[in-house]
């Protein structure tokens, strides 16, 4: 009885606690940058890791000279095999141009939150923006290195067996409760 209680403060706590803790934004991190020509401009890419790792998650942020006030732009992802792709990104519409959106942890820039390219190859991001300038274009080359770790199946094969065990364990015991619940019944 106690230990039932004991765990379900432990289960209530971590279940109170949980959202405070990811509340509490940690600040952006940027590791390396990278000077795109943009008109008669430049703008700053950034990116919290690098090299660039296929399948692994960072952020980016885009920053042209001047700022982003008064500016829109889009960038569109462009894959190894040179087929647009969109990113698959929270609060993006799905569309390969992708419009630019301030960062969350960065705002004087424009960001992409916690994404993966999840090709090795090089990509290539092209930005179009606009301002009181006018429209202009800029390309960056993004080499992304293969994915870190063992290979996808091996990963699930490892994260999947406990799951297993588990299984089996509770097939085990439904097995046996039905099999005593059978010979009591037949008396």
Do not use: Y
């Not at 106690?2 to 706590?13: D, I, M, P």
């Not at 430049?42 to 700022?67: H, I, M, N, Q, Y």
């Not at 390219?117 to 990509?123: A, H, I, N, S, V």
């Not at 994260?159 to 588990?166: D, E, L, N, Q």
């Amino acid at each position: 009885m106690r230990t039932r209680l004991v765990t379900g403060v432990a289960a209530s706590l971590v279940v109170l606690t949980a959202p405070v803790a990811s509340a509490q934004a940690e600040p952006l991190t940027i590791v390396h940058s990278e000077r795109v020509p943009l008109g008669n401009g430049t703008l700053t890419a950034s990116f919290t890791d690098w090299p660039v790792k296929a399948g692994r998650s960072l952020d980016f942020t885009f920053e042209p000279d001047g700022g982003i006030e008064g500016r829109t732009g889009t960038v569109r992802a462009i894959t190894p095999s040179g087929e647009p792709k969109a990113l698959g990104i929270v609060g993006l519409d799905g569309e390969a141009d992708m419009e630019l959106q301030r960062h969350p942890l960065a705002r004087h820039a424009w960001g992409l939150d916690v994404v993966a390219l999840p090709e090795e190859g090089p990509w290539r991001f092209e930005f179009t923006v606009h301002g009181a300038g006018g429209v202009t274009t800029g390309t960056l080359p993004v080499p992304v290195g293969p994915a870190p770790g063992p290979p996808m199946a091996v990963s699930w094969l490892v994260g999947m067996a406990p799951w297993a065990v588990a299984a089996l364990l509770l097939a085990r015991g439904w097995l046996r409760a039905r099999r005593r619940a059978v010979l009591t019944w037949n008396g």
